[in-house]
């Protein structure tokens, strides 16, 4: 069980085992769909790219080569509506259930549930629910809400009432997702349906993706609007007695979002200090991001009564970083 506060810090790199492609991928993927998907609709069908403007969002990406679509939608936010679609219509692609399974190479998801679960003995409902763990994800994909939902509800143990989709939403969202997802919470039976390729599934994946675009509560949206809705973020983050950040680039609007200071003063002098009595555990995959790793390193060395605690892991994946690094041991 987590009994400390903990925020868990995801980005693209904690869904990635499971299918989901990184921010250069994804543009790469709303480029290919345009240019080689066919749509059914009624008895015709249409090419995305003789629609003028998915074919004018298909060349834009390509002349920008942007880092991710978030960016690329905030500057440009007159293409946000088809952006917003095609990321839908190929994210909605990537939903294999067989890979949130032993088919995956790196399934953390079943370390964390592990870990949800672990300690509970009798009134497992209230145990369970009892859990001081959120997630704050900044993908739209809903691999791990649609994964925990579906655990719970396999085990006989937790397979109480509303238990599942209590976990989930119980008050407020357990996993919050910064941008947007891509099925809203009560509609997570649906993941998975829209994964073949033929005009006709491609139809039913393109009008799924267009009712998203369309769900101002939970559907896709542009970094301006996250914004505006970033302050129980804040309070999670200033709360949490542990941090856990995984697949996360470190990007300076993501950071804002969270809360992060950019003054360095705020990490190392300020009273309190930002990160003051938490724990931070990281996983800077094979060791990639030496300066921030640097960085974070750095406000372990300043000792003093509420000085952080910093968990660095070089694994080579997910899983490895979880077990030896992450979970809790002897307390």
């Known amino acids: 069980m987590f009994k400390k506060r903990t925020a868990f810090i995801l980005g693209a790199g904690a869904s990635y085992p499971y299918g989901y492609p990184t921010g250069k991928q994804l543009i790469k993927g709303i480029i290919k769909a345009i240019n080689s998907d066919a749509i059914h609709l009624s008895s015709s069908s249409f090419d995305f790219k003789a629609v003028d403007k998915f074919e004018d969002l298909k060349n834009r990406l390509i002349e920008h080569d942007p880092l991710s679509i978030d960016t690329f939608l905030h500057d440009n936010p007159s293409y946000a509506e088809v952006g917003n679609i095609m990321t839908a219509y190929v994210l909605l692609k990537c939903e294999d259930k067989a890979?949130?399974?032993?088919?995956?190479?790196?399934?953390?998801?079943?370390?964390?549930?592990?870990?949800?679960?672990?300690?509970?003995?009798?009134?497992?409902?209230?145990a369970i629910l009892a859990n001081q763990c959120h997630f704050i994800t900044f993908n739209y994909d809903v691999s791990l809400d649609f994964y925990?939902?579906?655990?719970?509800?396999?085990?006989?143990?937790?397979?109480q009432g509303d238990l599942p989709r209590k976990f989930l939403t119980n008050k407020n969202p357990r996993i919050i997702h910064v941008y947007g997802q891509i099925h809203e919470p009560s509609s997570l039976e649906h993941y998975g349906n829209y994964t073949q390729n033929t005009p006709e599934d491609n139809r039913k994946r393109f009008m799924a993706a267009i009712e998203n675009s369309q769900d101002k509560e939970n559907g896709i949206r542009t970094i301006s609007e996250a914004r505006s809705r970033n302050k129980?973020?804040?309070?999670?983050?200033?709360?949490?007695?542990?941090?856990i950040i995984i697949g996360f680039g470190f990007d300076r609007t993501n950071l804002d979002?969270?809360?992060?200071?950019?003054?360095?003063?705020?990490?190392?002098?300020?009273?309190?200090?930002f990160f003051a009595n938490k724990t931070i555990k990281w996983l800077n995959f094979e060791a990639g991001?030496?300066?921030?790793?640097?960085?974070?390193e750095n406000l372990g060395k300043y000792k003093s009564k509420d000085s952080p605690e910093i968990i660095i892991s070089t694994a080579e994946s997910i899983s490895l970083a979880y077990q030896n690094n992450f979970k809790t041991t002897l307390y």
């Open 232 to 243: 129980r973020i804040v309070e999670i983050i200033k709360q949490a007695e542990e941090l």
């Open 289 to 296: 991001m030496q300066n921030t790793q640097r960085k974070l």
């Open 99 to 126: 890979l949130l399974g032993h088919m995956c190479y790196d399934n953390w998801y079943s370390c964390l549930f592990n870990e949800l679960t672990s300690e509970i003995e009798d009134d497992a409902v209230d």
């Open 257 to 273: 979002i969270l809360g992060f200071p950019r003054d360095e003063n705020a990490y190392l002098d300020a009273e309190p200090k």
């Open 148 to 159: 925990l939902f579906n655990r719970l509800n396999m085990t006989e143990r937790f397979k």
